[in-house]
């Protein structure tokens, strides 16, 4: 299994999902090679890795038989006639590689309370609340 960011993921759907609004997804050997290509561009751009060792990862992760392009143009073509979209495409990818998608402690949102009321470090302000040593 190989943890990616969340943020990551997101990416590659909305370049997937432009690639497939401009070209359509109908040619399994094309979308499998831009997936690939989108995929090495976002772990460098989120400094995941290399983009060619990123590839060489998410292969070792899932034990594949044969580089990541031409198992994902196998999967894409057992699909069947219907095209996917760039959410499918990615979930092809999350099981073959076993990926997890995580956000770092730092990222994450927000905590509210009940009714959308924040915790109790929040005075309402927009300021955190000091302790009072008594």
């Not at 990123?54 to 143009?73: C, F, N, P, Y």
């Not at 095209?83 to 949102?109: G, R």
């Amino acid at each position: 299994m190989i943890e990616l960011p969340q943020k990551m993921r997101e990416g590659l759907i909305e370049q997937i999902e432009s690639y497939i609004e401009s070209n359509g997804g109908g040619d399994p050997e094309a979308l499998a090679e831009y997936a690939v290509t989108v995929i090495q561009s976002a772990a460098e751009e989120h400094q995941v890795a290399d983009g060619t060792d990123i590839i060489s990862q998410l292969e070792a992760s899932g034990e594949l038989e044969g580089g990541l392009d031409e198992v994902l143009q196998e999967a894409v073509e057992n699909a069947g006639d219907v095209e996917l979209t760039a959410e499918e495409v990615i979930s092809l990818v999350e099981k073959l590689c076993e990926i997890e998608w995580v956000t770092p402690d730092e990222e994450e949102p927000e905590k509210e309370g009940p009714a959308g009321f924040f915790d109790d470090t929040d005075n309402g302000f927009g300021e955190e609340e000091e302790e009072e040593d008594y």
